[in-house]
C-alpha cells in the first residue's frame, strides 16, 4: 500500500534532513509517494497574523521574490536528487505555499488537506535555546490542535534500524502504535520494541497497556517476532528513553502527545515529548496526538 508523506524542504536543501531520513529508512521505496513542500519565510518584522495580500502588495513582492530565489532553486534541488537516488518522477510532486498564514498554519492546512499519512520536518543544527528564542517551525508547530502524525528529523544517522514507541496506556500512545504499524507493515528490515517506563517496580499496569498497543500494531499485520515489549523503572522517562534510544541506535522513537497548548514555560520544559525533542540524537522522533 502506498504511503504518503508530506516532506519540508527549506532553501537550504544541502542540509535537508527531512529527505535523507525518509530515504534511508524506506526500504520499499518504490511504495512511496513524496510531496515536497516549501513555505515562503516571513519577513522579520513581520506580524505573526495571517498576511492580508489584497491590502499589503509589498507581502506580494516579498513573496514572488523568495519563490524565484529561493523555493523554486530548492525544489528542483531536491527532485534531482531524488531522481539521481532511483525515485521516479511520478512519486514526486512539489508545492510552494505563500506563508500568508504562517509557517506553521500553512504546514498543517497542508497536511490536513492533503490526508498525508505523516508531515516529515527537519531540524537546524541550532542549540535548543536558540530555537525556543526563534520560535521555530519544529517547536511551534507541537501547539497546534493537530490530527496528523509528525516525524522531527534532527542529526538522523543512517544506519540505524527500527522503531521504540513510548506506551503509557493512552489514547495518543494508542494511535502511535497504529501509525508506526502501519507504517512497516512492509519494511520488515524494521522490528518494533514497546517500551513503558514505570515511576517505580510495581508496574501494575503494564500488562493491560501492552495488550492495547499490541492490537493496535498486530491490526496492520505485523508479525509477533517483529514485536518486542521492555519495561523500565525510571523516575525521569524522558532521560531514559533517550537513553535506550541511543544504546541500542533506534532509527526513530515514537511517542504520543496531548495537544493542548502549554500555558508557561516551565510547563513546556516539564513535557517528556519536549525533553525527548530538546535531548534526542540520531533517531527521528515520531509524533501523535
Given at each position: 500500500m502506498e504511503k504518503h508523506l508530506l516532506v519540508?524542504?527549506?532553501d537550504e536543501f544541502h542540509t535537508s534532513q527531512s529527505l535523507r531520513f525518509v530515504h534511508h529508512f524506506f526500504t520499499r521505496r518504490e511504495d512511496l509517494k513524496l510531496t515536497l513542500f516549501?513555505?515562503?519565510?516571513?519577513?522579520?518584522?513581520?506580524?505573526?497574523?495571517?498576511?492580508?495580500?489584497?491590502?499589503?502588495p509589498e507581502a506580494i513582492v516579498h513573496i514572488e521574490q523568495e519563490k524565484v530565489s529561493h523555493g523554486v532553486p530548492a525544489m528542483e534541488k531536491a527532485r534531482e536528487w531524488l531522481s539521481s537516488v532511483g525515485y521516479a518522477k511520478e512519486q514526486v510532486q512539489v508545492k510552494l505555499s505563500n506563508g500568508q498564514l504562517g509557517t506553521v498554519k500553512e504546514i498543517v492546512k497542508e497536511s490536513e488537506e492533503g490526508l498525508y499519512d505523516a508531515a516529515v520536518l527537519g531540524r537546524r543544527g541550532l542549540s535548543w535555546f536558540e530555537e525556543m528564542v526563534a520560535d521555530s517551525v519544529s517547536h511551534r508547530i507541537l501547539w497546534e490542535s493537530i490530527s496528523f502524525p509528525i516525524w522531527i528529523c534532527r542529526n538522523t544517522e543512517r544506519d540505524r534500524k527500527n522503531v521504540l514507541v513510548c506506551v503509557d496506556g493512552s489514547e495518543e500512545c494508542l494511535r502511535v502504535a497504529d501509525h508506526v504499524g502501519y507504517m512497516l507493515r512492509h519494511e520488515p528490515d524494521h522490528n518494533i520494541t514497546l517500551l513503558h517506563v514505570c515511576?517505580?517496580?510495581?508496574?501494575?499496569?503494564?500488562?493491560?497497556?501492552?495488550g492495547r498497543a499490541l492490537a493496535e500494531i498486530k491490526a496492520n499485520d505485523i508479525s509477533d517476532e517483529r514485536i518486542s515489549v521492555k519495561v523500565l523503572t525510571s523516575s525521569n522517562p524522558a532521560?531514559?528513553?533517550?537513553?535506550?534510544?541511543?544504546?541500542?541506535?533506534?532509527?526513530?522513537?515514537?511517542?504520543?502527545?496531548?495537544?493542548?497548548?502549554?500555558?508557561t514555560l516551565k510547563h513546556i520544559f516539564a513535557t517528556t515529548s519536549l525533553k525527548i525533542l530538546r535531548g534526542i540524537e540520531g533517531a527521528a522522533l515520531w509524533l501523535c496526538k
Open positions: 519540508t524542504v527549506s516549501y513555505v515562503v519565510p516571513r519577513r522579520s518584522d513581520w506580524r505573526l497574523d495571517p498576511i492580508n495580500l489584497e491590502a499589503n515511576a517505580d517496580d510495581r508496574c501494575v499496569d503494564a500488562e493491560q497497556i501492552f532521560k531514559t528513553i533517550l537513553h535506550e534510544a541511543d544504546t541500542k541506535k533506534y532509527a526513530a522513537v515514537a511517542i504520543g502527545r496531548t495537544s493542548h497548548r502549554p500555558s
